[in-house]
């Protein structure tokens, strides 16, 4: 991870080759300051679903967001629904746990790309998931996609999510080793110890959502934290 004085820097900085893939700002905003800085250094990525800068509070009475959970967040990459791929995205903690629940964790994909076996990295290769939402009012037309995609022979795209609302579904084609390949990668996320993070109050944090996978620890009971996140160019 590396630190920046300010998030034009760190977006700045996101661009270049040697980036970690994971960028921290220390520095206290407005909604608005927070909303215009970004406008104005990247533009947002294009969503039908959530506002563009999401405030995701924690509800012990929802029952369609996984992010307003208290429940831990397991490995995912964000927007894995959308057409367009998402390739990066800021988190700002407005607000912490009061018990020191929600802490960051991430996964470089690259780990999992070490390890995989060659026969679940050809499924993910060249079969077409979705991961369409049930009962989702926005995104009609969810992505369908390889979970692996090379843009060249170093660069690629990762997508994923699997939790108790949304899972990767094979588009055209079903069998067992199809099963196999998604339950391999599920296992590996859960029994890998992730990189952790725990964010300050007033941290903002950039994440490159091609190479990193990212989850969070259990909020604790009634846990009043805020976070504010936005999908960014
Ligand atoms: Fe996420």
Not at 63 to 90: C, G, N, R, W, Y
Not at 121 to 143: C, D, H, M, W
């Given at each position: 991870m590396a630190r920046h004085g300010c998030l034009r820097e760190m977006y700045e900085a996101s661009?270049?080759?040697?980036?970690?893939g994971i960028g921290i700002v220390s520095r206290k905003f407005s909604l608005k300051t927070f909303h215009d800085e970004l406008k104005d250094i990247c533009g947002f990525f294009p969503d039908d679903?959530?506002?563009?800068i999401r405030i995701i509070a924690c509800n012990p009475f929802q029952s369609t967001s996984i992010a307003e959970s208290f429940d831990a967040h397991p490995m995912h990459t964000d927007a894995?629904?959308?057409?367009?791929?998402?390739?990066k995205f800021v988190l700002h903690?407005?607000?912490?746990d009061e018990n020191a629940g929600g802490v960051s964790t991430f996964i470089p994909v690259q780990w999992l790309l070490d390890k995989i076996p060659q026969k679940h990295k050809e499924i993910l290769e060249q079969v077409k998931f979705t991961y369409a939402r049930a009962g989702?009012?926005?995104?009609?037309k969810p992505a369908a996609a390889p979970i692996l995609q090379w843009k060249s022979a170093i660069d690629y795209v990762f997508r994923w999510r699997l939790d108790d609302k949304v899972r990767p579904l094979a588009m055209d084609a079903h069998d067992i080793d199809i099963d196999n390949a998604i339950n391999w990668v599920n296992q590996f996320l859960i029994n890998t110890t992730p990189l952790m993070y725990r964010a300050q109050r007033d941290d903002t944090i950039l994440i490159d959502n091609r190479r990193f996978l990212h989850g969070r620890t259990a909020l604790s009971q009634s846990s009043s934290r805020i976070v504010w996140r936005a999908w960014i160019k």
């Amino acid at each position: 991870m590396a630190r920046h004085g300010c998030l034009r820097e760190m977006y700045e900085a996101s661009k270049k080759d040697d980036w970690p893939g994971i960028g921290i700002v220390s520095r206290k905003f407005s909604l608005k300051t927070f909303h215009d800085e970004l406008k104005d250094i990247c533009g947002f990525f294009p969503d039908d679903t959530f506002d563009t800068i999401r405030i995701i509070a924690c509800n012990p009475f929802q029952s369609t967001s996984i992010a307003e959970s208290f429940d831990a967040h397991p490995m995912h990459t964000d927007a894995s629904f959308s057409v367009e791929q998402l390739e990066k995205f800021v988190l700002h903690f407005k607000r912490l746990d009061e018990n020191a629940g929600g802490v960051s964790t991430f996964i470089p994909v690259q780990w999992l790309l070490d390890k995989i076996p060659q026969k679940h990295k050809e499924i993910l290769e060249q079969v077409k998931f979705t991961y369409a939402r049930a009962g989702s009012k926005g995104n009609s037309k969810p992505a369908a996609a390889p979970i692996l995609q090379w843009k060249s022979a170093i660069d690629y795209v990762f997508r994923w999510r699997l939790d108790d609302k949304v899972r990767p579904l094979a588009m055209d084609a079903h069998d067992i080793d199809i099963d196999n390949a998604i339950n391999w990668v599920n296992q590996f996320l859960i029994n890998t110890t992730p990189l952790m993070y725990r964010a300050q109050r007033d941290d903002t944090i950039l994440i490159d959502n091609r190479r990193f996978l990212h989850g969070r620890t259990a909020l604790s009971q009634s846990s009043s934290r805020i976070v504010w996140r936005a999908w960014i160019k």
